[in-house]
């Protein structure tokens, strides 16, 4: 069965001149994708380049590259595509490499951790690249141009203006070689551009299946080399993909469309290509284009509202294709060992981002029933109670670690940040909450009555307060006062305890204050009432 793929042009953005058309690919569904067996040494990449920070879509792509590494018992790769200078954020290419350590999926070799590929920043490598070009010139797969910039804009607006899509009409290369020699002896400012072949051979991409794109009939003949010296991304791509034995290539799909004038490339060089796989487009749920969501997508602004870097990676891949089955709670072991590539499908992934919440749930509950991470979840909370209360804690012991891993335990399952253990509704935690006598008034007349019951239980109960007995002794609390409702018993403790009407249950929150403290907050209703 042969399926005709309509891609709209903002998938597209790797072909400037099918602006404003859409693009055919032809793929055969029927065939097997190519992945199912792997061979050979795996060695895949993430190529970003620095020009921004590094979002979802290509936490997406890195992550991919990752899992497939791993899985195979390959390597992955960072490398840097900085050879638009103009385009540059600073700052831009540390972060990436950080936010993927912090993300957990580290390169294995990288502009930090070099490796013997290496450089792994296109801006240290340009010798490659015009080496490469030369070879091209001389075999006659790429030629000078000396057009002007001025000739081109011509082109361009008489094409647009005759409803045409604008590209270059390849003057140059029928230039003499005298004529060359002659210019470039006179140092006319020129580019280097491939010479665009008919007769494309048909690739099978890992994802999309059968591809053919016949590059020549729409586009001019690119340029590799740029007037600065510098190549183009398409050049430099492969010569790097080449160079740095890259085995597979898996990329967003919207360089699905590039890949047949990569592949002229590696041909005019004699070069093998590495096999090609092209991941789905990655969206908003309702399939809007993910930068124009309300809010941040970058990964440094997650990493700051306390998203755990495995809710990121578990959400990404729930969306998307891959996998056997969708299910929460994966961890980056889990995502290599469940990921079957040939389960990509050509459908864009649809990303739900409200329910990060509940992902960084699960995840938080995992991290704190593990021991090691615990710990480094106490030290955290330790600095995040210091800096939102430090003047107000009237006892030290609330930044104890074995009081805060209580706390921890208690409320595993119910929140989802850290933070929000540092929020007002969790305050009474770690300050002791400050209560009116009208307050206490207003609900019962025998607060002192119940404030002794209440003290006697805990201290029969002894150092430590068992969840299961103190739902069963605040039942019987509640039997013994005279004019109070069970309702109106809870309320009293509830304030006592937290000065809140809602939270917690009075028993959790007592377990999770602890014998001393709890005493501690019902010992000052028997205090007789302040005269303010
Ligand atoms: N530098 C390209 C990008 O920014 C890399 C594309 C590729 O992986 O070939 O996405």
């Not at 591809?211 to 080399?225: K, L, R």
């Amino acid at each position: 069965m042969r399926l005709l793929l309509l891609l709209p042009q903002r998938c597209v953005q790797g072909l400037s001149a099918v602006r404003n058309t859409q693009v055919k690919l032809q793929l055969n569904a029927s065939v097997q994708r190519c992945c199912s067996t792997v061979h050979g040494d795996v060695r895949v990449r993430f190529a970003p380049s620095p020009t921004g920070f590094l979002h979802l879509g290509g936490l997406r792509t890195a992550l991919y590259n990752y899992i497939f590494a791993k899985k195979y018992g390959g390597s992955f790769i960072l490398r840097l595509e900085d050879t638009d200078q103009s385009r540059l954020v600073p700052g831009a290419a540390e972060s990436i490499e950080d936010m993927l350590e912090w993300a957990g999926i580290p390169p294995d070799e990288s502009p930090r951790h070099g490796g013997s590929a290496g450089p792994y920043m296109q801006s240290q490598r340009l010798d490659l690249y015009r080496q490469t070009a030369q070879q091209l010139v001389e075999s006659e797969h790429a030629y000078y141009c000396f057009c002007s910039p001025q000739r081109l804009d011509l082109l361009k607006k008489e094409a647009l203006r005759s409803g045409q899509t604008p590209r270059y009409d390849n003057r140059c290369r029928h230039l003499k070689a005298q004529q060359v020699q002659e210019k470039l002896a006179q140092s006319v400012p020129h580019v280097i551009r491939f010479r665009l072949e008919e007769g494309v051979e048909p690739f099978q991409d890992m994802v999309f299946g059968w591809n053919h794109h016949e590059v020549a009939q729409v586009e001019g003949d690119p340029v590799v080399i740029k007037a600065d010296g510098f190549p183009t991304y398409h050049l430099a791509n492969i010569v790097d993909d080449h160079h740095m034995n890259i085995s597979h290539v898996l990329r967003g799909s919207e360089w699905l469309i590039s890949t047949s004038k990569h592949l002229l490339m590696y041909k005019a060089l004699g070069w093998k290509p590495p096999t090609f796989g092209h991941l789905p487009l990655l969206m908003n749920k309702d399939g809007t284009k993910l930068s124009k969501r309300q809010g941040d997508i970058f990964i440094q602004s997650f990493q700051r509202d306390g998203v755990l870097p495995e809710a990121l990676l578990d959400i990404t891949t729930n969306c998307g294709s891959g996998f056997n089955t969708n299910q929460m709670g994966r961890r980056i072991d889990d995502l290599i060992s469940e990921f079957n590539p040939s389960k990509i499908t050509t459908h864009s992934a649809l990303l739900d981002l409200d329910k990060l919440p509940e992902f960084n749930r699960i995840h938080l509950q995992h991290r704190i029933e593990d021991e090691e991470q615990c710990c480094l979840l106490i030290k955290d909370l330790q600095g995040q109670i210091h800096k939102a209360y430090s003047a107000e804690i009237q006892d030290e012991e609330v930044l104890h670690e074995d009081y805060i891993r209580r706390v921890l335990h208690l409320r595993k399952g119910h929140i989802s940040f850290l933070k929000e253990l540092v929020g007002p509704s969790y305050s009474y935690l770690w300050v002791r909450p400050s209560l009116s006598n009208q307050q206490v008034a207003a609900l019962t007349k025998e607060a002192q009555h119940i404030a002794s019951l209440v003290l006697k239980l805990v201290s029969q109960q002894g150092e430590e307060l068992s969840l299961d007995q103190l739902s069963k002794d605040l039942k019987t609390v509640a039997k013994q006062t005279k004019t109070t409702k069970y309702r109106e018993v809870m309320k009293l403790l509830r304030l006592v305890l937290s000065g809140l009407q809602q939270g917690p249950s009075v028993a959790e929150m007592m377990v999770s204050l602890g014998p001393v403290e709890t005493s501690h907050r019902f010992q000052k209703l028997l205090l007789p009432p302040e005269t303010s």
